[in-house]
């Protein structure tokens, strides 16, 4: 049974933020930490609505549920709003998280450098497999999975409430019981399968073939109107799309 254990971000439900805007905000801080290391002080809603391929009074009214408006004819400060999203998504805590199945995608997830720069600290990293036991990936040891419930409960200071699921398929719905059980309550899952949860425990998925599929039904369309049938455009839908993502038709990762 998972645990009392309360790990998720205070931020957005309880007051009210649509999940669409959640979605967003991750969308809004990419743009607005690179306009940040370019030490750029402040920005238009348009500006950053088109860095982060999002309809600019869809970000105007984000940022109202934020507090946040705005100066007319200076727009928004970069550094208070980097400040504010990574607030309001509980990025300004650390977040230790597990992977679970380190083979080719564990091990390069877990060599990922950005999650470290977003507040996510790789706890430990875990595979069933005892001759990867002890192996160092990215500069840990290799856990054993007999190990996992240990891992989420003792890992300081209040256990390990993200997982992240890369085994095989057939592998994943147990993992998830496994990792729900111990006190996770977060999980973001590429293993091709779709998890059951109980409430409370969000599930994310990430498939880049769907991702794949998706650009290929829109290249199959747009072939289809080079060939005569009228305007070419981006993305099929008649408007300019940078990324089709939360404020697009089809989620990057999706939920599951
Ligand atoms: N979502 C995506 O876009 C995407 C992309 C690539 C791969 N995948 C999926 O990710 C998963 C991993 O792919 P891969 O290429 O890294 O496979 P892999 O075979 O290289 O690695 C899987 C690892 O999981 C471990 N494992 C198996 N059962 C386990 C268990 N019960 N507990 C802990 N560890 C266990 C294995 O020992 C192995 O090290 C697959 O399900 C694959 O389909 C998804």
Same mark, same amino acid.
Do not use: L
């Given at each position: 049974m998972a645990t009392g254990r309360n790990h998720r971000p205070a931020a957005s439900r309880g007051r009210g933020i649509p999940e669409a805007t959640v979605a967003r905000l991750p969308l809004y801080l990419r743009a607005l930490t690179a306009l940040s290391e370019r030490s750029v002080p402040t920005v238009s809603s348009e500006e950053l609505a088109a860095a982060a391929g999002v309809n600019s009074a869809k970000l105007r009214k984000d940022f109202s549920y934020l507090g946040s408006y705005g100066t007319r004819? !200076?727009?928004?400060?970069v550094e208070y709003l980097v400040y504010q999203i990574s607030r309001e998504l509980g990025l300004t805590q650390d977040w230790p998280v597990v992977i679970v199945g380190i083979g080719n995608l564990g091990a390069a997830l877990a060599n990922y450098g950005g999650f470290a720069s977003r507040?996510?600290?790789?706890a430990a990293l875990i595979d069933a497999d005892p001759a990867m036991t002890g192996k160092q990936v990215a500069g840990l040891p290799v856990r054993h999975s007999d190990e996992l419930e240990e891992i989420i409960r003792d890992t /300081? /200071?209040?256990? !390990?409430?993200i997982g992240v699921i890369a085994t095989p398929a057939g592998a994943a719905q147990p993992v998830c019981d496994r990792l729900v059980e111990a006190g996770v309550t977060s999980i973001l899952n590429f293993a091709p399968t779709v998890l059951s949860v109980p409430e409370g425990v969000d599930v994310r998925k990430v498939d880049l073939s769907i991702e794949l599929q998706i650009l290929a039904f829109h290249e199959q369309r747009k072939a289809g109107e080079d060939a005569g049938a009228g305007p070419v455009t981006r993305g099929g839908s008649g408007k300019p799309t940078t990324e089709t993502g939360p404020d697009g038709d089809i989620p990057a990762v999706m939920p599951a």
């Open positions: 004819g !200076v727009g928004y400060d507040g996510f600290r790789i /300081p /200071p209040n256990g !390990v409430s």
